[in-house]
């Protein structure tokens, strides 16, 4: 029986393409040989991580990571149901785009928080700080995910912190987007808790905050 | 002391020779407002204030064009889209016209002489030429038909339909092409002296090149074929260093460029091919100290001025979060520094 990482090269090559096809092709090989928990664990998140890393360094564009973490999904749901490889006792997670209808990033992070077995409260598109501050209060938010393209919206981070602190709520707030891509010390100046390059680090982050939490 | 005129200097530029300054473009519009001590909605709502915004900037940074671009989603707002301002920050889409892909069959271009959006911008062009005539030149905006789609019905579903659907892509991109030629036409027609063709989709971190030159690539080569006056092509703020011999083979003259990438690197890539326009990093401008503002630009100059060729641009949009203390700083720096034969630099 072959190691489920000798199929990481071959998927990720699959995913790149796009490669329908061959995507199933692979999919229904290692279904044969190990048990979908495996598969997302040792297979689909690694691929995608790598993918996410090599985004960062300029190899892939955006659409090749989105449509990977698409396909990706859709196999997913197909796989196994999401109750089977939820994280169990999971602390409360959000996700959003702050002031700004920007959506793709905070996309691209649910689906693949989703493969990964989080479950996320979406909070939407171009939502205020006092809506969100009232959604995390309610909800218990302990990690608050905060996508955003514009460079006002970015900054408006600051404020947020502030109303969180001052209400003593314990939220931790991890940022990504451009305006933290090009300027790598603003999610510091605004008083974030941490910031991912990509959607992969977002999850390492998470796991990082949380101990590593199983299933 | 610098005795072109901005448009001498351009052009001069644009022939991959060395003229007597670097040109200097900074692609302040937003900031035209606080020029005014107008809200930026208020800005924007008058071509007239665009047009005075515009040559105050021009005079006081010292810049060597000025841009008719009130805000990227205007094109959006004439295909019916509804804007949303801010007090500080970019005018932006409220959300996309094409809700379901099927829309886009019913989807027909604006009449660009009907639309009153555009009308502003036609309008501030004109009005520009009157007061400037060819001593600098007016740099109109269109978003490619290969980019205007994020905006049109969002950027997931666009790039699902890149991949999945073909028929539907193709007939977006014909029904794009048609008002982007018409609509960089018309402005030529009311003065502009080139056209800045926005196109960050086709930069390679959106999509592959394999992708772009299928894609991408094609649309711009026959578009620009169309466009009856130059144009330059800007990515954005999007790499663009493993397409640049592509980009040069679209018929632009100029090329946008990121931040992300190493000048020199481009410089050498677009040597004697397309004229190189960036890099400042405007999101960390706000931030610059003078000293460090005169540093970033003299460094610049050094590796990319050289040979002519070379036009110093921040890598997107002005944030409106940058003070005019550096603008100025960058505007004296190129002064000081600017002037060829660059005889300082090693």
Known sequence: ?215 | MSSNTSLQRVFTTLSHKETDKVPLFLIVTMHGAKELGMSIKEYFSKASNVVKGQLLMHEKYRTDCVNTMFYLAVEVEAYGGEIIYYTDGPPNLLKPIIRKKEDIKRLTSPDVKESKPLEKVINAIGGLKDELQDSAPIIALVVSPFSIPVMQMGFDKYIELIYEDKELFTTLMEINQEFCINYSNAQLEAGATMICYVDPVSSPTIISRELYLETGFKIAKETISKINGPVGIHLASGRALPIIDDVAQTGTLVLGTSSLEDLSELKNACRNKITLLGNLNGNTMPNWTLEQTETIVKDAIAKAGPGGGFILADHHETPFQVPENVLLAISNAVEKWGNYPLEWVE
């Open chain 1, 1 to 215: 029986m072959s190691e489920i990482k000798n199929y990481i090269k071959d998927f990720e090559k699959a995913l790149l393409q796009i490669n329908r096809i061959r995507i199933e092709e692979i999919i229904n090989q290692v279904k044969e040989q190990f048990q979908p928990i495996q598969i997302i664990d040792d297979l689909i998140s690694p691929a995608l991580q790598n993918i996410g890393n090599k985004w960062d360094k300029g190899i892939v564009g955006l659409a090749q990571i989105y449509m990977a973490a698409r396909i990706c999904e859709d196999f997913l749901d197909k796989l196994i149901s999401f109750k089977e490889i939820k994280r169990k006792d999971q602390v409360k997670i959000a996700i959003a785009v702050l002031e700004d209808y920007h959506g793709l990033g905070k996309t691209i992070i649910q689906m693949l928080l989703h493969t990964s077995g989080y479950e996320i409260i979406d909070y939407g598109i171009g939502i205020s700080i006092e809506d969100l501050i009232t959604h995390i209060k309610k909800d218990n938010i302990e990690i608050l995910l905060i996508s955003t393209l514009m460079l006002r919206s970015a900054l408006k981070i600051k404020n947020l912190k502030e109303k969180i602190n001052e209400i003593g709520l314990n939220t931790k707030i991890i940022v990504g987007g451009a305006p933290f891509i090009f300027d790598r010390e603003l999610w510091k100046t605004v008083g974030a808790d941490y910031y991912g390059r990509n959607a992969s680090e977002a999850i390492q982050l998470i796991s990082q905050i949380i101990g590593g939490q199983s299933r």
